[in-house]
């Protein structure tokens, strides 16, 4: 009988009379010293990467005494045949069977058997007897130590693997390049690249370094390690390099963040007449979506189909194609790729997913998430819901994003991934507690979880808790494990002058981790400052970082100082931007200085900068044309904003809003009117409040009546700013009443609605009632912090009123009790409400003691209340002063003029009259209307 018939046969009938054979011997001689050894060896095993199971033998081991050729007996013959024909098996008994029938028959001593049975063990899983037979062999050659390492390796067991190695290299054992790939294998398995630099000396040492399968598996370590330069040096001096050590150097360049040098690798690859294979076509068309190389990868595309791996048929090759032209902008060639697919995988779905996702085809991404899921063989995995719920997230879908967040469930796909998307989804859609509920009821946080939660809470408007959450953080991490993400996230929380200590203090934890010279990090530290209105520090720090700052360093300062009151300075950020030469601007340097340009008035400059934008930018952008509008209305060039509303090709609601705003802030009521009439979407909020101004401006209930009724309609009658708008409007056309009914029933009444109340009762002469309402709001009950608005109506009441000791009590309470700084409009109001009183030196006397030169309008308050009472030589000396502050300002000659004219001097007063005609100068008239 030949010897295959013979395994055959083993392997269908004896195996199980040899177990019954020898069950008892095995009883007597095996399970105590294999329970012994395990509890020996068996400590702090971690998972491993399942190494090969094919040894490479060495020359030097060719001759070793247990291992020489001999006369083979037959009952030597059937065990060697039984071992061959259970390596090809997976029965846990098997080894233990023919371990008993070699101890009976004395085979052991056999090295080659006593290998194989140690390998045997380990594929099945019987660690603890592995062990054991590996401490009973006495004189243990360089395969059976390979062995123990293979079996260890193979069961997860890196760190006991790595301990054989070193007990084997302590005990002077001789090893070839097995053990050492092996060794390598176990170190990668634990992360431990580092130590790849002790196998790689044991291997130069012993002269095994021409091992090809050696030095890849080195290539692979090094790189892993993040170590790409020894990796490439291993690489550089192989004397034979085959398909996989060129892949590997390939594919590591570019997880390592090189895709230029993987290019290169695979150009010296195709150089050296070595044939590319599907993996090294995947990694280098990867490298080319990683720089957005489109014409280089539709030149590997031709390559791949002229190598024969048609993209059609190698799924590998044909989703990395679908992510380069998708990543390259190029939609249409991704899913053509993707249809010609004739066996997609979940990642040819998922590459797909992503790729219209990333050029914001989220309709179409829907609709290939829907398609995917009525496909038998294919069901969406954790990133093809990582990638949905990142959709929801950008384009504020909450309902889609809940729906989502109900398949999880029901599919059991609560993994700690789709945990930390899910709580990224609801802070983005502004669902904060839903958020924070999700990240209170996970018990398998990590760090991305926390940085979720804290980027919820700080975008959302919870600065407190995003920074309490912070601290949280700080003493449940180490400052090793600190991610950057967590300084970025915790950093939007700081946005006022009272969190520019937490600010710094955040900056000192970035330098202190080692974030200082990350340009990312950098930039949002400015933008920190600037929101913390500390815009020297902001300065000092884009100083700072001159040699690496870029055009998002420019761009944090023209910007946020832009969007933070600081006009003239982001508009001077743009001069030293300009002067410096190194960057040039792109749509939001534009945004900024457009934007500075309207608050400042510059008219001029703001069409110089509309040049720019019209000469530099490719296409008109919709955000941009909005800001142009917004700075043509405070320039109040209504013409110009007219005209660049009517160049938008597609406008968004944005656009309508800043058109009728631009109406009502410019007094052109029925014109905002006509315009809403004319408004072809669902109006917003925003809309509403800039009707209800214009409603206003023409003394109309019947249109703000109306415009009520479409909110209402609309359900945006809760709206606190729309409350506030109501009363204003209503109060402004003499119903106050109704301004108080729509005060009363509103839920949430914000700091805008209250002002609205105390401003109308002062406006109908009813200053008791302002300051009851005052008192209520700043009780304990509301928990409403009056503001510099609030303090402006109460005053302004108060100097209507004729309250002026009760409004001086509430000047000097302001910053003291309230903590809100006076302003000019404060002082304004309190030099009338003194002027009105006829206290004229008293109000000259707390102008003069403020210290600074005051602002036109506080010494116009003073020169109308001189008018008013007839002192012509106070209001001379106040004239002089705002003659010089603004010499083209009519209002004041003619105030002047009136003053003399009632005192009988008519000389002066003609005198002053002749001066405004002979500078030309002209008052706004005013005007009075009536609603019929």
């Avoid at 729509?742 to 105390?758: E, L, M, R, T």
Wanted: hydrophobic share 40%.
């Amino acid at each position: 009988m030949s010897r295959l018939l013979l395994m055959v046969r083993i392997s269908t009938v004896s195996l199980k009379k040899l177990r019954l054979y020898c069950s008892g011997h095995f009883i007597k001689h095996g399970s105590s010293n294999f329970h012994i050894s395990k509890r020996k060896h068996d400590r702090h095993f971690t998972s491993a990467i399942q190494p090969p199971d094919t040894h490479i033998g060495h020359n030097l081991f060719d001759e070793m005494l247990k291992r020489e050729n001999r006369t083979v007996d037959s009952s030597f013959m059937f065990f060697q045949d039984v071992l061959r024909s259970s390596m090809m098996r997976s029965q846990a008994e098997n080894p233990r069977s023919i371990h008993c029938f070699a101890l009976k028959s004395g085979f052991l001593q056999d090295l080659p058997a006593s290998s194989k049975l140690l390998t045997l063990y380990g594929r099945t899983g019987d660690l603890a007897s592995s062990l054991g037979l590996f401490g009973e062999i006495q004189v243990k050659d360089v395969i059976v130590w390979n062995s123990m390492i293979t079996a260890l390796n193979h069961n997860g067991r890196s760190l006991a693997a790595v301990g054989i190695f070193v007990e084997m290299i302590q005990k002077g054992t001789d090893f070839d390049s097995t053990t050492l790939l092996l060794a390598a294998s176990a170190l990668s398995s634990l992360n431990l690249s580092k130590k790849c630099r002790l196998v790689h000396c044991l291997a130069i040492e012993a002269g095994l370094v021409s091992d090809s399968s050696l030095c890849n598996a080195l290539i692979n370590l090094y790189a892993k390690g993040e170590d790409l330069s020894s990796a490439e040096c291993v690489f550089a001096h192989m004397e034979h390099r085959d398909i996989v050590s060129w892949n590997t150097i390939v594919t590591k360049c570019l997880a390592n963040g090189h895709p230029k040098k993987s290019l290169e690798y695979f150009k010296a690859m195709t150089g050296s007449g070595q044939d590319a294979d599907n993996v090294t076509f995947s990694c280098v068309i990867s490298a080319c979506a990683s720089l957005e190389e489109l014409l280089l990868g539709e030149s590997l595309h031709g390559l791949v189909v002229k190598s024969g791996y048609i993209p059609i048929v190698h799924v590998s090759v044909a989703n990395s194609i679908i992510s380069m032209y998708s990543k390259c902008g190029d939609s249409e060639a991704a899913e053509t790729v993707f249809e010609e697919l004739l066996c997609k995988d979940v990642v040819s779905w998922n590459a797909i997913l992503n790729g219209f996702a990333s050029n914001g085809m989220f309709q179409e991404a829907f609709g290939i998430f829907k398609e995917m899921q009525s496909v038998d063989r294919i069901q969406p995995d954790i990133a093809t819901v990582v990638t949905v719920t990142s959709i929801c997230g950008d384009v504020c879908l909450s309902r889609e994003g809940r729906a989502i967040h109900g398949y999880t469930v029901r599919r059991e796909m609560q993994s700690r991934e789709v945990i930390n998307s899910l709580i990224d989804m609801y802070g983005k859609c502004g669902l904060t507690m839903q958020a924070e509920l999700l990240f209170k009821l996970t018990t398998d946080r990590d760090l991305v979880s926390w940085n979720s939660m804290i980027s919820a809470f700080a975008q959302n408007g919870f600065t407190r808790e995003a920074k309490n959450l912070f601290k949280e953080v700080v003493s449940e991490y180490s400052c090793s494990k600190f991610s950057l993400s967590t300084v970025l996230a915790v950093l939007p929380s700081c946005d006022s002058s009272d969190s520019l200590i937490f600010g710094k203090s955040v900056h000192c934890w970035q330098l202190k981790l080692g974030f200082g010279d990350n340009i990312l990090s950098a930039n949002s530290v400015i933008n920190m400052y600037i929101g913390c209105m500390d815009l020297t520090s902001a300065l000092l720090l884009l100083e700072t970082i001159s040699k690496t700052r870029d055009l998002t360093s420019w761009n944090s300062v023209i910007y946020g100082c832009a969007t933070n009151g600081y006009h003239l300075e982001s508009l001077r950020a743009f001069q030293a931007m300009s002067r410096e030469g190194k960057v040039s601007h792109d749509m939001i340097t534009l945004l900024g200085t457009i934007s500075a340009c309207g608050n400042l008035e510059l008219v001029l400059h703001g069409r110089c900068f509309h040049g720019l934008a019209i000469r530099s930018l490719r296409e008109s952008d919709t955000q941009l044309q909005n800001t142009l509008i917004t700075m043509y209305s405070r320039c109040k060039d209504i013409d110009s904003a007219v005209r660049v509303f009517g160049l938008i090709s597609d406008p968004n609601l944005c656009s309508w809003n800043c058109m009728i705003s631009t109406f009502s802030q410019n007094k052109a009521g029925p014109e905002a009117i006509q315009l809403f009439r004319k408004l072809e979407l669902e109006p917003n909020e925003i809309t509403f409040v800039g009707l209800l101004s214009a409603s206003i401006q023409l003394g109309s209930r019947g249109y703000g009546m109306q415009a009520h009724c479409h909110l209402i309609r609309r359900g945006f009658q809760e709206n606190p700013f729309l409350c506030a708008a109501l009363v204003d409007m209503y109060s402004s056309c003499g119903m106050l009443e109704t301004s108080m009914k729509v005060f009363k029933n509103s839920g949430a009444k914000s700091v805008a609605a209250w002002n609205s109340v105390i401003s109308a009762y002062g406006f109908h002469g009813m200053g008791d009632k302002a300051m009851e309402i005052f008192k209520e709001m700043s009780g304990s009950n509301t928990k409403m912090e009056p503001n510099k608005s609030t303090f402006i109506s109460l005053l302004s009441t108060c100097s209507h009123s004729g309250f002026i000791d009760e409004g001086l009590r509430y000047y000097n309470q302001m910053e003291v009790r309230f903590g809100v700084k006076p302003v000019t409009e404060h002082l304004v109001c309190v030099v009338d409400m003194l002027g009105r009183a006829g206290k004229l030196r008293e109000a000259y006397e707390l102008i003069k003691g403020m210290g600074e030169p005051q602002k036109a309008g506080v010494w116009g308050a003073l020169l109308s209340a001189c008018n008013y009472h007839g002192d012509t030589k106070l209001g001379k000396e106040v004239a002089e002063i705002l003659f010089e502050m603004e010499p083209d300002n009519a209002s004041y000659y003619i105030s002047l003029s009136n003053t003399y004219v009632r005192l009988g001097g008519w000389e002066e007063a003609v005198r002053l009259r002749k001066m405004v005609e002979d500078k030309a100068l002209k008052k706004l008239p005013g005007y009075s209307l009536i609603d019929v």
